[in-house]
């Protein structure tokens, strides 16, 4: 399948000397479903805030490389012009207006895309409440007031009212109880499979991002160490113990 996003040998610096990502070649098809796994301070948000252009908020440069979208090359487009492009990135801690009510969350997102107005936006609902029915009986619900699951569904929810062609979603299981983490990312899973829109998602949690992705890359201190078919990378026994060190960040919140 032809790739959607291709990244090409991308390196990134914050300030000082070291490199946040050194080298990263990573792909995710058209209709495709990819993790980027990988530990704490591996370089996973970088990478999903290089391709969204948000790194120059964050001080970050690149420094090489080259970021493609549908064989454009977007390296330094700006991240409104990529939400215009339907490059939708749900960024890590399930961000959310909390004194919104969660239609107007929703209906936040037709400023990314550039459509002011609530024109259109009944079907959009319909097709947000049909994955996250949970977000149907509390439409009308302050965010603020969501449970932890239900907000990450928001913020999910955001992206896909939006309409997005790549959907890049942060750390979604981030302090969620496993059975809820696992009903977002069958809910990914389905989306990708009935909308056929290109999903790439960074994930500590190896064996819940590789059951819904087909394809996975591990990331470790900035460099791609391994990658492959999500059958393959879950049969490489260790995976997790080897690169992940096992801890996951959410305990410590
Ligand atoms: N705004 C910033 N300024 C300076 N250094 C940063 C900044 N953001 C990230 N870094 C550094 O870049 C490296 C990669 O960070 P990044 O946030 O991409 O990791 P991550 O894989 O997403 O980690 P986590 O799992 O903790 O979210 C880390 O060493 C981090 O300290
Ligand atoms: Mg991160």
Request: no cysteine; charged share 25%; net charge neutral.
């Amino acid at each position: 399948m032809a790739a959607a996003l291709e990244i090409a040998d991308l390196s990134v610096v914050y300030g000082g000397a070291n490199l946040a990502l050194e080298g990263v070649t990573l792909d995710v098809p058209e209709g495709g479903f990819v993790a980027l796994l990988g530990a704490n301070g591996a370089g996973k948000s970088t990478t999903l805030k290089a391709i969204s252009g948000l790194l120059r908020f964050e001080n970050g440069q690149i420094r090489k490389g080259h970021i493609r979208y549908m064989g454009e090359d977007i390296t330094r487009m700006p991240s409104h012009q990529l939400a215009r492009r339907g490059i939708l990135h749900v960024r890590e801690g399930r961000f959310v207006f909390p004194s919104m009510s969660v239609e107007e969350n929703l209906e936040a997102a037709l400023f990314a895309r550039g459509k002011r107005g609530p024109a259109l936006a009944g079907d959009r609902y319909e097709e947000v409440f049909h994955y996250f029915p949970a977000l149907r009986e509390r439409r009308r619900s302050q965010a603020g007031y969501l449970s932890g699951g239900e907000q990450q569904m928001l913020a999910i929810g955001r992206a896909l009212f939006a309409q997005p062609e790549l959907l890049m979603v942060d750390e979604a299981s981030l302090g969620l109880a496993p059975k809820i983490a696992a009903e977002i990312f069958a809910i990914l899973k389905q989306i990708n499979g009935e909308r056929r829109l290109s999903i790439l998602v960074v994930e500590q949690n190896v064996s819940l991002a590789l059951k819904s992705a087909e394809y996975g890359y591990v990331l470790e201190a900035g460099q791609i160490t391994e990658q492959g078919d999500s059958d393959t990378l879950m049969d490489r026994e260790n995976l997790s113990r080897r690169y992940l060190g096992g801890a996951r960040k959410d305990t410590e919140h």
